[in-house]
């Protein structure tokens, strides 16, 4: 695992921890829950950023794609923030709102077998998804200085993205 970056120890523990000894070691899993705290932090910093500048945008071409990073970056925060959830709750030995929850449970549901059903087909569906945007791709470009190429490409990486989830979930589902 990698190690907390000096400056980021700094943030969490303040630049007195280095020098006092009896600081106590941090564990693995706390040294992980800061990282991702950090990162939870960086992401709400980058979205406010990108929300300032697209609040003060005029151009409507500026502001969308703006606004498509913004959705993403909540996205991200989201992720990173049940991380930090789930870490927070085993370390400290509390119930967290926003911890992942359910692990063991995936495979006892009646209602994950008709869950697995349509998880092949979902993941049917965003592979001939990917397909048919790459063809798209093709026969868009030099439309628009190239911006209907970069929204497929966005919306191809998202739906390889769906199908990376989905495989996960039908791993897990089968086991059961
Ligand atoms: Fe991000
Ligand atoms: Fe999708």
Known sequence: ME???????????????????????????????????????????????????????????????????????EKHRAAIHAIVSTLEGDLTWTKQEDALQGFGELDEEKENKELLKVTADFIKHEKEGIKDYKKLMKSSKGYYYGVFVLLLQSIIRDSEKHVEILEFLRRRLEKG
């Open 3 to 73: 190690k907390v970056p000096l400056s980021e120890f700094y943030m969490v523990y303040g630049p007195q921890a280095l020098a006092d000894p009896s600081t106590p070691e941090i564990s693995a899993v706390e040294q992980l829950m800061n990282e991702f705290e950090y990162h939870e932090e960086q992401e709400g910093e980058f979205i406010k950023q990108y929300k300032e500048i697209a609040e003060r945008s005029k151009n409507p071409l500026v502001k969308f794609l703006l606004d498509l990073i913004i959705s993403d970056e």
